[in-house]
């Protein structure tokens, strides 16, 4: 009797620490919390104003694929992409050559490395984005060409200018947004809009984490403590197949 509670004390204390290690912080990806600004107006009349410059903002133009169409459903036409990615962003493969019809695949988009058509054309994905964050997972990101712009236009893809202003915390980005509501001249455009695409954390990743190596110890002691009253033999006995 004494050995089937030790062994329902083992499992409880594999459950406790399992549930720990569920809590800690999952990786959302460093640009989890970026604020995207739309601009609605066509992009070859949008620059990118200086007021947002002064925020750091990075400017790209979002080519949005016509409903039902199968595939990714955007690209991130960016310039100067080195601005935000760096080889350590890249999962797997490298970024793209300035000039070249490369791409890098974001995340959740499912495509491997090598050739894929977008609107008749074909794009080489040379590399594969580390997860994060909303603006960029389910994307290509490409350097922009004229010609590649065109043929999505061709095809009924429409193009958005967005301006991204990085902030590394939910706290640093409801600064950003609090500035920006107190101050519309920031923006692009009056009908200039900020996309919601990020979540606010349930709890700071202080506590979760907190928490979660509270709830690790606790499982790890309780399987110890159990641990000392079996033998060898008895482990092998009570947890081998059947």
Known sequence: MKRAIAVVFLLIGMAIGG??????PADHGR???????????????????????EL?????????????????????????????FG????????????GEQEALAGDATGLTRGPT???????EVVGLLQKLGPAFDDRLVMDPSESFEAALREDGW??????????????ERGEVLARLEA?????PSPEAHVVGTSRAPVVSPLVRVILAVA?????VVTIAIQLRGFSRQDLERRFRRE
């Open 19 to 24: 549930l720990g290690y569920a809590l800690l």
């Open 31 to 53: 640009y989890e919390y970026v604020v995207q600004v739309a601009d609605p107006r066509p992009p070859a009349e949008s620059e990118m104003p200086s007021s947002l410059a």
């Open 56 to 84: 750091g903002a990075v400017r790209a133009v979002v080519m949005h694929a016509p409903e039902g169409t199968s595939g990714v459903p955007a690209m991130l036409l960016l310039p100067n992409m080195s601005d935000l």
């Open 87 to 98: 080889a350590e962003d890249c999962g797997l493969g490298r970024l793209p050559s300035v």
């Open 117 to 123: 058509q977008v609107a008749g054309q074909t794009v």
């Open 158 to 171: 429409e193009a958005e200018a967005r301006y991204f202003v990085l902030a590394e915390t939910w706290r």
């Open 183 to 187: 101050e519309p001249d920031l923006l």
């Open 215 to 219: 709830l690790i110890c606790t499982g």
